[in-house]
């Protein structure tokens, strides 16, 4: 940890109000925070966590000069805690979950909160939630568990029911267009095209995600148009992570069907032009029930399937479906 983090610019208002339950003395033992993909989940989680843990608090959050601010600049804090999806299937398993939990249950060493930090909380596998719960069911004083996670909806609805839930929002979009323009062109196009995901916006303006892009979209032309055959589409694809083609062949689905139903939606001009041309390949009900597939690939553990051998299976239905 090179320095302390900022809390979003456009999710103060959100910063602020957490923080002041805090100082009431009415901060919940556990916090799930959600919101659209790229509004800053994991970035508001790691600034909350460190205005907790600051010993000189102040109303934007940690001190950056205290102690303890000190020992979280050095990654060194003995009542912090964060654990993070690991593994082939990107995960979080069951073993570091259960030292957690032992963790969670010792005094805090400087008086204040003990901290655990969960990224991208939906990954956890059943045994590891199973492990979660019981710290959920009967919290130690003083620990905080901050949960983070896109898709609530793969968290068993056990764990979901004792978190306080936090959906975070763009609550001032001037910011976040301020925020974005420092970094790159066109940011309310990007933010548009992103959903409303400020970090999502700006990860699909990098270099590496306009490659991926590039060759997705080539991808999707060749199958919906009948240029060249299934294997050689799927194994055009065979460098990019199975979750990557998957999220982003579920979207441009119901973008898709979106266009068929004359709704208005914001998307990157390179794929708005290519889902225009090929919209008419396939039903609005075909286009639903596609997505719907692809989606639910992309929420199992699709990091561990292996690009082509799924995606073929796909590409023929698709291609049967077309009647091309």
Not at 147 to 157: E, I, K, Q, V, Y
């Amino acid at each position: 940890m090179e320095a302390l983090t900022p809390c979003p610019p456009w999710l103060v208002s959100d910063g602020a109000a957490v923080l002041s339950r805090s100082k009431a003395g009415r901060l919940p033992h556990a916090l799930l925070l959600t919101g659209v993909d790229g509004i800053g989940k994991r970035a508001f989680a790691q600034w909350l966590t460190e205005a907790l843990l600051c010993r000189e608090r102040t109303e934007s959050g940690a001190c950056g000069a205290c102690g303890s601010c000190s020992q979280l600049l050095a990654d060194a804090h003995p009542d912090y805690r964060k654990l993070v999806p690991e593994g082939a299937n990107a995960a979080i398993k069951v073993d570091p979950v259960r030292a957690l939990v032992e963790w969670l249950q010792l005094t805090a060493s400087q008086g204040s909160y003990r901290v655990a930090l969960l990224e991208r909380a939906d990954t956890l596998n059943r045994n590891a939630a199973n492990s979660l719960l019981k710290t959920l069911e009967e919290p130690s004083d003083n620990a905080v568990l901050i949960l983070s996670a896109t898709r609530t909806g793969s968290l068993p609805a056990t764990i979901r029911s004792r978190c306080q839930k936090i959906t975070l929002k763009l609550g001032d979009k001037a910011s976040a267009l301020a925020w974005l323009g420092k970094q790159i062109e066109s940011p309310e196009q990007a933010l548009a095209a992103s959903g409303g995901g400020p970090f999502a916006a700006l990860k699909e303006a990098s270099e590496e995600s306009v490659a991926a892009r590039t060759v997705l979209l080539k991808a999707w032309q060749d199958l919906l148009l009948h240029k060249g055959s299934v294997g050689r589409i799927s194994d055009s694809l065979s460098a990019l992570d199975t979750s990557v083609c998957l999220a982003a062949f579920s979207q441009w689905c119901l973008l898709a069907a979106k266009m068929g139903v004359n709704v208005a939606v914001g998307a990157n001009p390179a794929v708005h032009s290519v889902i225009s041309e090929t919209q008419d390949r396939l039903s609005n009900e075909q286009w639903f029930t596609l997505s719907d597939r692809l989606l639910q690939l992309h929420r199992s553990d699709s990091a561990s399937f292996k690009t082509q051998t799924v995606l073929e299976g796909i590409f023929a239905d698709i291609r049967l479906m077309t009647n091309g």
